[in-house]
């Protein structure tokens, strides 16, 4: 049996046993994420507080080690992997809501708050927090911040960095910082704007004061069903273009209804090509305009069937359908490998016609249920591991739907982050000088190298092949087949 | 980067047919989806006790990557098996079945310390399977209670010091309700025409001892909706705590006895298996699953689940009446977690309460999420039943009720010994109820009211 090393017995001493995790079986359920990527921690530290995060990153830094923060791990581009081994800050045991301010409509939190958690307190104050990543049920409000998660409501409501007014950040050097301030806007640098989004590459957020919205008086929830996609995308441009902004307006193609509708019967026809789910709330009387204009628009794309859901329970179960499609496609294949694209809205009949060819062309099944108002895809490669050469065709070929994306003037992610998964596309967007402008910005917050390393910049940038090294001395270790 | 690579069978590592079983391991796609509805996830806060926490640790044994450690088998013993995470997964894992059979190879393997093993055999296999051992036991329960010998040992706290795990077995023991409820008593009771149907009933190990009057309430409720209800004088305990505590020889022995018990001629079935414990009710549709192997019993097995119904679940599918007489009330309901997340009844029992007049039902925060009960795991497990009990017991009394309704015997126990512990302003009615007696009792008010 493995014995203790002297780090772990150095965070022992710092945060206690009961928050030190570092036997070999135990850790094996922490090498994974939402994503088929894998890394592997050598020790799991749980902090109960702010004191104890600033504690384990002096030991940390001490032993010279990678730290790696994590909150419910449901990230979708390998951003919680502790890729270099070291220790995963484990953020989940912080997760009260300190403080909920309903007049000035803030709510103090700490990092491992889970969003619908936050959503359902701020319910009960007549407010909502906006920002909906359809894992809101288990991801927390750190993570959020951590990738800039979006959701289907982000369309309206903008993004979780549209939603952080503050943050208390421990830094590479053990340092408590506030930053950012409870009005609105701030003299200065935007500072709070660069660490949501970072990653965890410039620090460790303790806490977040976050902004509540009022919640909308009425909504009206629309299903609306196409025989082709580019009949369904051409009607979401429409939307767009008419200068209404839906609170969310979704796209679910085909292979997606296949997964969904048997386990969630959502109500989805399954031999529709596509169905979009478009939602407009605000006051009753504005709900009813715009609800009437969207349906008008959408009528005149020849849908086979327009309709609207009537109570909170039917709204709720269409949701489900979109909310659990990525779990859902477990029925149609053992393995997915979920894209994270933006395309310009005007260019998404186009691409989508790309992403369909492409995966023909390597044979993958590809379900896509994305935010189409945002022009954010999320093409999802449907594959089984178990067979042979199945997972690098996967690979290659969200290679090249991501430079479809990247061709068509869009980008590489718009919700999940870079993480690792999509680092080595950065040099696509930006060049050089861009991301060594970005690395000097890193440099501002201390020390940083350890923080998440091989998270978002390219192989070769301060990283190397050691994540790759790493997997292989694991593979060594455990035999080739060895990763569950 | 690195990229998974499938798993290898390890094939020595499991002993059984029992097996969990390697393509339903691979529906897990990890999302995370689950941690945040497991109360021990939310409870212990490590992921190694998570649904897919421990879906790792199966499939790392199952690859040989790990070995099976005491650590590990705490892990999987840590499970409530509250199925929570069924429902809120999106990729429909059976983790409950998962864990059975996880738990049942672990009874192969002896994982467990002999206390452990000399405990479960001497109760679970020596008291339980025999209606009439249970009922000396009754007895001797109750006369503990009624000479005052309980209260001795509740005020003096001696047991609490000596033998901690007794003390939890006393505090959360039922108080055993004379007369016990005889399965002879069902014929009694007759619809008065039409009849609707015929319904047999399962009385259980602990109920007839526990909550007889739960089970007199059920048969009045059915008669009085045209149903002619039975309950089979061979029948013996379901076997539910036997196959989640892994014995599933012990729980195929008593579902082979039952199946008999119920449709012993295959052209003469009743209309309705009925239940009115979730936790029995849940593993009796299981019983097509436990003797899938069983050439014998296979197919009767499957018609036997397929005619198992909630009482709940049965009193919506047939239109009950609605009762008339006024219960001014207002009740919390707890779904129990093998009702809601095993069964999917979640409507039908509101539905039921809802139909009280002058009855209010104030929802709690989280209502299907698990009070700790989980079979044996509140005396197995104490301290985190305990700790879930704590939780489920602010929720509970943040609403405004004066009663907790629940839907399994477990809950109800674990929830009056919350009531003891938390009420402390004793605003709630002691004892918690289950919504078929209060049907039944509002039904016989408006009797009273119509015929003075």
Same mark, same amino acid.
């Given at each position: 049996?493995?014995?203790?090393?002297?780090?772990?017995?150095?965070?022992?001493?710092?945060?206690?046993?009961?928050?030190?995790?570092?036997?070999?079986?135990?850790?094996?359920?922490?090498?994974?994420?939402?994503?088929?990527?894998?890394?592997?921690?050598?020790?799991?530290?749980?902090?109960?507080?702010?004191?104890?995060?600033?504690?384990?990153?002096?030991?940390?830094?001490?032993?010279?080690?990678?730290?790696?923060?994590?909150?419910? #791990?449901?990230?979708?581009?390998?951003?919680?992997?502790?890729?270099?081994?070291?220790?995963?800050?484990?953020?989940?045991?912080?997760?009260?809501?300190?403080?909920?301010?309903?007049?000035?409509?803030?709510?103090?939190?700490?990092?491992? /708050?889970?969003?619908?958690?936050?959503?359902?307190?701020?319910?009960?104050?007549?407010?909502?927090?906006?920002?909906?990543?359809?894992?809101?049920? %288990? !991801?927390?409000?750190?993570?959020?911040?951590?990738?800039?998660?979006?959701?289907?409501?982000? $369309?309206?409501?903008?993004?979780?960095?549209?939603?952080?007014?503050?943050?208390?950040?421990?830094?590479?050097?053990?340092?408590?910082?506030?930053?950012?301030?409870?009005?609105?806007?701030?003299?200065?640098?935007?500072?709070?704007? !660069?660490?949501?989004?970072?990653?965890?590459?410039?620090?460790?957020?303790?806490?977040?004061?976050?902004? $509540?919205?009022?919640?909308?008086?009425?909504?009206?929830?629309?299903?609306?069903?196409?025989?082709?996609?580019?009949?369904?995308?051409?009607?979401?441009?429409?939307?767009?273009?008419?200068?209404?902004?839906? %609170?969310?307006?979704?796209?679910?193609?085909?292979?997606?209804?296949?997964?969904?509708?048997?386990?969630?019967?959502?109500?989805?026809?399954?031999?529709?090509?596509?169905?979009?789910?478009?939602?407009?709330? #605000?006051?009753?009387?504005?709900?009813?305009?715009?609800?009437?204009?969207?349906?008008?628009?959408?009528?005149?794309?020849?849908?086979?069937?327009?309709?609207?859901?009537?109570?909170?329970?039917?709204?709720?179960?269409?949701?489900?359908?979109?909310?659990?499609?990525?779990?859902?496609?477990?029925?149609?294949?053992?393995?997915?490998? $979920?894209?994270?694209?933006?395309?310009?809205?005007?260019?998404?009949?186009?691409? $989508?016609?790309?992403?369909?060819?492409?995966?023909?062309?390597?044979?993958?099944?590809?379900?896509?249920?994305?935010?189409?108002?945002? #022009?954010?895809?999320?093409?999802?490669?449907?594959?089984?591991?178990?067979?042979?050469?199945?997972?690098?065709?996967?690979?290659?070929?969200?290679?090249?739907?991501?430079?479809?994306?990247?061709?068509?003037? #869009?980008?590489?992610?718009?919700?999940?982050?870079?993480?690792?998964?999509?680092?080595?596309?950065?040099?696509?967007?930006?060049?050089?000088?861009?991301?060594?402008?970005?690395?000097?910005?890193?440099?501002?917050?201390?020390?940083?190298?350890?923080?998440?390393?091989?998270?978002?910049?390219?192989?070769?940038?301060?990283?190397?092949?050691?994540?790759?090294?790493?997997?292989?001395?694991?593979?060594?270790?455990?035999?080739?087949?060895?990763? /569950? | 980067?690195?990229?998974?690579?499938?798993?290898? =069978?390890?094939?020595?590592?499991?002993?059984?047919?029992?097996?969990?079983?390697?393509?339903?391991?691979?529906?897990?796609?990890?999302?995370?989806?689950?941690?945040?509805?497991?109360?021990?996830?939310?409870?212990?806060?490590?992921? +190694?006790?998570?649904?897919?926490?421990?879906?790792?640790?199966?499939?790392?044994?199952? =690859?040989?990557?790990?070995?099976?450690?005491?650590?590990?088998?705490?892990?999987?013993?840590?499970?409530?098996?509250?199925?929570?995470?069924?429902?809120?997964?999106?990729?429909?894992?059976?983790?409950?079945?998962?864990?059975?059979? +996880?738990?049942?190879?672990?009874?192969?393997?002896?994982?467990?310390?002999? *206390?452990?093993?000399?405990?479960?055999? &001497?109760?679970?296999?020596?008291?339980?399977?025999?209606?009439?051992?249970?009922?000396?036991?009754?007895?001797?329960?109750?006369?503990?209670?009624?000479?005052?010998?309980?209260?001795?040992?509740?005020?003096?706290? &001696?047991?609490?010091?000596?033998?901690?795990?007794?003390?939890?077995?006393?505090?959360?023991?039922?108080?055993?309700?004379?007369?016990?409820?005889?399965?002879?008593?069902?014929?009694?009771?007759?619809? =008065?025409?039409?009849?609707?149907?015929?319904?047999?009933?399962?009385? @259980?190990?602990?109920?007839?001892?526990?909550?007889?009057?739960?089970?007199?309430?059920?048969?009045?409720?059915?008669?009085?909706?045209?149903?002619?209800?039975?309950?089979?004088?061979?029948?013996?305990?379901?076997?539910?705590?036997?196959?989640? @505590?892994?014995?599933?020889?012990?729980?195929?022995?008593?579902? *082979?006895?039952?199946?008999?018990?119920?449709?012993?001629? =295959?052209?003469?079935?009743?209309?309705?298996?009925?239940?009115?414990?979730?936790?029995?009710?849940?593993?009796?549709?299981?019983?097509?699953?436990?003797?899938?192997?069983?050439?014998?019993?296979?197919?009767?097995?499957?018609?036997?689940?397929?005619?198992?119904?909630?009482?709940?679940?049965?009193?919506?599918?047939? @239109?009950?009446?609605?009762?008339?007489?006024?219960?001014?009330?207002?009740?919390?309901?707890?779904?129990?977690?093998?009702?809601?997340?095993?069964?999917?009844?979640?409507?039908?029992?509101?539905?039921?309460?809802?139909?009280?007049?002058? &009855?209010?039902?104030?929802?709690?925060?989280?209502?299907?999420?698990?009070? @700790?009960?989980?079979?044996?795991?509140?005396?197995?497990?104490?301290?985190?039943?305990? *700790?879930?009990?704590?939780?489920?017991?602010?929720?509970? &009394?943040?609403?405004?009720?004066?009663?907790?309704?629940?839907?399994?015997?477990?809950?109800?126990?674990?929830?009056?010994?919350?009531?003891? *512990?938390?009420?402390?302003?004793?605003?709630?009615?002691?004892?918690?109820?289950?919504?078929?007696?209060?049907?039944?009792?509002?039904?016989?008010?408006?009797?009273?009211?119509?015929?003075?």
């Amino acid at each position: 049996m493995k014995t203790s090393t002297p780090m772990v017995q150095a965070l022992i001493d710092a945060i206690g046993e009961q928050a030190v995790v570092w036997h070999d079986d135990d850790l094996l359920v922490y090498e994974y994420d939402g994503t088929i990527d894998r890394g592997n921690p050598d020790v799991i530290a749980l902090p109960a507080n702010t004191d104890d995060v600033v504690n384990l990153i002096k030991v940390a830094n001490k032993y010279d080690a990678p730290v790696t923060p994590r909150g419910a #791990g449901t990230g979708l581009s390998g951003g919680a992997l502790a890729v270099k081994g070291g220790v995963i800050i484990g953020m989940n045991r912080m997760r009260n809501i300190l403080n909920v301010d309903a007049e000035n409509k803030t709510a103090l939190v700490q990092p491992g /708050v889970v969003n619908l958690d936050l959503g359902a307190e701020a319910e009960r104050h007549g407010l909502a927090y906006a920002p909906d990543p359809s894992s809101q049920r %288990a !991801c927390t409000i750190g993570g959020n911040v951590a990738e800039n998660a979006g959701g289907p409501h982000t $369309l309206a409501w903008g993004t979780t960095t549209n939603h952080v007014l503050a943050l208390e950040l421990v830094t590479a050097d053990g340092e408590v910082q506030w930053i950012g301030h409870e009005t609105r806007d701030e003299p200065g640098y935007d500072l709070v704007g !660069c660490v949501v989004g970072s990653e965890g590459t410039v620090g460790i957020v303790t806490q977040v004061l976050v902004r $509540l919205v009022p919640r909308p008086t009425a909504v009206r929830t629309m299903l609306a069903v196409y025989d082709s996609v580019r009949q369904a995308s051409n009607a979401v441009s429409a939307v767009v273009a008419s200068g209404i902004v839906p %609170a969310a307006l979704e796209m679910i193609d085909k292979m997606t209804i296949a997964a969904v509708e048997p386990v969630l019967n959502t109500g989805f026809p399954l031999d529709a090509e596509a169905v979009l789910l478009v939602e407009v709330d #605000g006051p009753e009387s504005q709900v009813e305009a715009e609800g009437a204009r969207v349906e008008g628009i959408l009528n005149r794309f020849e849908p086979r069937e327009v309709r609207s859901a009537t109570d909170p329970e039917e709204r709720e179960h269409l949701w489900a359908g979109r909310k659990g499609a990525i779990g859902a496609l477990g029925q149609i294949m053992p393995n997915y490998y $979920l894209l994270d694209g933006v395309v310009p809205r005007t260019k998404l009949p186009d691409v $989508l016609d790309g992403v369909y060819e492409i995966a023909e062309r390597y044979r993958l099944p590809v379900a896509n249920m994305f935010h189409a108002g945002d #022009g954010n895809l999320h093409p999802c490669l449907l594959f089984d591991e178990l067979e042979p050469g199945a997972t690098e065709r996967v690979l290659d070929a969200g290679g090249e739907i991501m430079r479809l994306c990247v061709e068509a003037g #869009g980008a590489i992610t718009g919700e999940h982050g870079v993480g690792l998964e999509k680092r080595d596309y950065l040099p696509w967007i930006f060049t050089e000088a861009d991301m060594d402008t970005m690395k000097s910005l890193r440099a501002a917050f201390g020390p940083t190298e350890n923080f998440n390393p091989c998270k978002i910049f390219p192989k070769g940038h301060g990283c190397g092949e050691a994540g790759h090294q790493h997997a292989q001395h694991q593979i060594a270790k455990f035999g080739p087949k060895a990763f /569950v | 980067m690195s990229i998974a690579s499938p798993p290898p =069978s390890n094939e020595t590592i499991w002993l059984t047919q029992d097996r969990p079983d390697a393509a339903e391991l691979g529906l897990c796609v990890h999302c995370g989806f689950c941690l945040n509805a497991c109360p021990t996830y939310h409870d212990l806060g490590v992921e +190694t006790d998570s649904p897919r926490g421990r879906i790792a640790l199966m499939r790392g044994l199952d =690859s040989g990557r790990i070995e099976w450690s005491p650590r590990v088998q705490q892990h999987f013993d840590q499970c409530l098996q509250c199925r929570a995470c069924e429902t809120a997964c999106p990729s429909k894992v059976p983790y409950g079945r998962l864990m059975e059979a +996880t738990r049942a190879e672990a009874f192969a393997h002896d994982k467990w310390p002999r *206390r452990q093993r000399i405990i479960w055999r &001497l109760i679970m296999r020596g008291l339980f399977p025999y209606p009439r051992r249970m009922r000396l036991a009754g007895y001797g329960l109750m006369i503990y209670q009624r000479t005052g010998m309980q209260a001795i040992v509740r005020r003096t706290g &001696l047991l609490r010091r000596f033998a901690p795990k007794l003390a939890d077995i006393d505090e959360l023991s039922p108080v055993a309700d004379k007369p016990f409820y005889a399965n002879k008593e069902a014929e009694n009771i007759r619809p =008065s025409h039409p009849v609707r149907g015929r319904a047999a009933l399962v009385t @259980g190990c602990m109920m007839p001892l526990a909550y007889p009057e739960t089970h007199r309430a059920t048969v009045r409720v059915f008669t009085r909706n045209g149903v002619a209800v039975d309950a089979p004088d061979a029948q013996v305990c379901c076997g539910a705590l036997h196959a989640h @505590g892994g014995d599933v020889e012990a729980a195929r022995a008593l579902a *082979r006895r039952n199946i008999d018990a119920f449709t012993p001629e =295959s052209d003469d079935l009743p209309d309705a298996i009925l239940i009115n414990a979730a936790g029995c009710g849940s593993h009796l549709k299981e019983y097509g699953h436990l003797l899938r192997n069983d050439p014998d019993y296979r197919e009767r097995a499957a018609v036997f689940a397929a005619r198992v119904r909630d009482v709940h679940e049965y009193l919506v599918e047939i @239109g009950f009446q609605a009762p008339r007489g006024l219960i001014e009330r207002t009740v919390t309901y707890q779904d129990s977690c093998h009702l809601s997340h095993a069964q999917n009844v979640r409507k039908a029992p509101r539905e039921v309460l809802r139909s009280i007049p002058g &009855l209010t039902l104030s929802e709690m925060r989280k209502p299907d999420k698990c009070c @700790g009960s989980a079979g044996i795991y509140s005396v197995v497990q104490s301290e985190i039943s305990q *700790r879930v009990l704590a939780e489920k017991m602010e929720d509970v &009394l943040a609403t405004s009720a004066e009663q907790v309704c629940t839907a399994n015997p477990g809950c109800m126990l674990q929830l009056d010994a919350g009531i003891a *512990r938390f009420d402390d302003e004793r605003r709630m009615m002691p004892r918690s109820t289950h919504a078929i007696e209060l049907l039944d009792e509002s039904y016989r008010l408006g009797d009273q009211v119509q015929d003075p």
